[in-house]
């Protein structure tokens, strides 16, 4: 399984900030599978932001529920994130991750994408 993170490497503070999950090599409706987003800000440990499920049901980390939005194409077999009114401690290595349960815990994890959140 792989996975490949994309979108813009920088974005205002207040704008909305977007990335896709594009994975190849299994389906992100395979049943048992959780299909997370993590980011790592500089200087600083793993935070998981949220997490949809194979069957499209979505959880988010309580501290970033109200501006996250996480959602899947299965036509492509990508899920992307959304994060809006980013301010700069939302600079960070975003990751999507695939596991067996929400968390940051992984089993296969993307390069990472580096978002810088700046005017």
């Known amino acids: 399984v792989q996975l490949r993170e994309s979108g813009p490497g920088l974005v205002k503070p207040s704008q909305t900030l977007s990335l896709t999950c594009t994975v190849s090599?299994?389906?992100?409706?395979?049943?048992?599978?959780?299909w997370n987003w993590i980011r790592q800000p500089p200087g600083k440990g793993l935070e998981w932001m949220g997490a949809?499920?194979?069957?499209?049901?979505?959880v988010y980390s309580s501290s970033l529920k109200s501006r996250t939005s996480i959602a899947r194409d299965t036509s492509k077999n990508q899920f992307t994130l959304q994060l809006s009114s980013v301010t700069p401690e939302g600079t960070a290595v975003y990751y999507c991750t695939r596991a067996t349960a929400a968390g940051i815990r992984y089993d296969y994890r993307g390069q990472g994408t580096q978002v810088t959140v700046s005017s």
């Open positions: 090599g299994g389906s992100i409706t395979t049943s048992g599978y959780v």
């Open positions: 949809i499920g194979y069957r499209g049901s979505t």
